[in-house]
């Protein structure tokens, strides 16, 4: 390891690509770059066996199972539950316990395929085909919401409650100066009652500085709205209809969303029968079925997340092209 891309790591990524199947041409691209990740990742983790590519079937899996096998199954439910609360969340210890086949028979029902929580050929396949997908789509932003914890937060109030409802206010505070910031915290300080009588002010709410059902509320509504439609600080202003940079699926919100839920429709009206969706800019059951759907009418891995090739792949089904290309199509017709 000398930091120089000589012959001889030339010949090693040559023989990499053609052990992994990958173009054999001694540059790393993309493509070759993400496997040897891939690989580093997996080798790091314990979760391949020698002479054992990630992905190749090890054998049946079942309850009582062991080993390394194991452990690999167990990362990619891991990933996918990360990306989908609908898979309960397992320990890749190797151990195929009942939380495994739980995690298994979670994803077997979503995957359509027989839900008995044994790992053949089929449901590796798709296991490993999901869990590349999600590996290279980018971060999934959701919203995880919380209820009124039921008796007003007022200071020395502790736990979740308190923490969700500071990120509530912090993103307001961020789109109105007149609302205090007041950092995330779990337990209701002095400076998270003065935000609290900032917020009350803005609204026209009664200024106790005490969270009760109406400020909850209130704060809740408007947090949501601005996360919903606001533009996001990161966000990068060319855009358009680009990808950007991050999966949206169920929980999803935001401009985003907005643009999945208008392809969706363009394309119901496409199809008879197919139903509109709610250009709401939330993300639900409802469009992950539909992203399902069109993934596999176009031969795509049906994970309900729309990842860059899904996003592409829709957008350009809906015929709606970005404004530079738009306008670069116009001038070609004008011609």
């Not at 391949?48 to 590519?53: N, V």
């Given at each position: 390891m000398d930091g120089i891309f000589g012959s001889g790591t030339a010949a090693a990524v040559r023989a990499f690509q053609s052990y992994f199947g990958l173009t054999v041409d001694g540059v790393v691209g993309r493509t070759t770059?993400?496997?040897?990740?891939?690989?580093?990742?997996?080798?790091?983790?314990?979760?391949?066996?020698?002479?054992?590519?990630?992905?190749?079937?090890?054998?049946?899996?079942?309850?009582?199972?062991?080993?390394?096998?194991?452990?690999?199954?167990?990362y990619y439910l891991y990933l996918l539950g990360a990306y989908n609360n609908i898979i309960p969340a397992v320990t890749i210890d190797g151990v195929f316990g009942s939380r495994t086949e739980a995690a298994v028979i979670a994803f077997q029902k979503l995957a359509g395929l027989t839900a008995d929580g044994i790992v053949g050929p089929a449901t590796w396949?798709?296991?490993?085909?999901?869990?590349?997908?999600?590996?290279?789509?980018?971060?999934?932003?959701?919203?995880?919401?919380?209820d009124y914890p039921g008796t007003p937060l007022t200071i020395g109030s502790e736990g979740d409650a308190v923490l969700y409802y500071s990120l509530l206010l912090e993103r307001i505070a961020y789109y109105f100066d007149a609302v205090q910031s007041p950092g995330l915290t779990s337990i209701y300080t002095q400076e998270l009652a003065d935000a609290t009588r900032s917020f009350q002010r803005l609204l026209s709410l009664p200024q106790t500085g005490i969270v009760d059902a109406d400020t909850w509320t209130a704060a809740e509504a408007l947090s949501l709205q601005l996360l919903a439609y606001a533009p996001s600080p990161d966000a990068d202003p060319a855009?358009?209809?680009?990808?950007?940079?991050?999966a949206v699926?169920?929980?999803?919100?935001?401009?985003?969303?907005?643009?999945?839920?208008?392809?969706?429709?363009?394309?119901?009206?496409l199809n008879c029968g197919v139903p509109f969706v709610d250009e709401s800019s939330l993300f639900s059951l409802i469009e992950d079925g539909k992203i399902r759907a069109f993934q596999t009418d176009n031969s795509l891995?049906?994970?309900?997340?729309?990842?860059?090739?899904t996003w592409d792949t829709l957008r350009n089904a809906a015929r709606i092209l970005p404004p530079e290309n738009s306008e670069s199509q116009n001038t070609a017709q004008e011609e």
């Open positions: 770059w993400n496997k040897l990740h891939e690989v580093y990742n997996s080798i790091a983790n314990k979760l391949l066996s020698p002479d054992q590519r990630p992905g190749d079937f090890p054998g049946t899996l079942r309850l009582g199972s062991t080993g390394t096998p194991v452990r690999e199954l167990q396949a798709a296991l490993y085909q999901d869990a590349s997908v999600l590996r290279l789509s980018g971060p999934v932003i959701t919203v995880d919401r919380l855009q358009g209809t680009g990808y950007p940079a991050y699926q169920n929980g999803s919100s935001g401009p985003n969303v907005l643009l999945v839920q208008q392809w969706l429709n363009q394309l119901a009206t891995a049906s994970t309900g997340t729309v990842d860059q090739i």
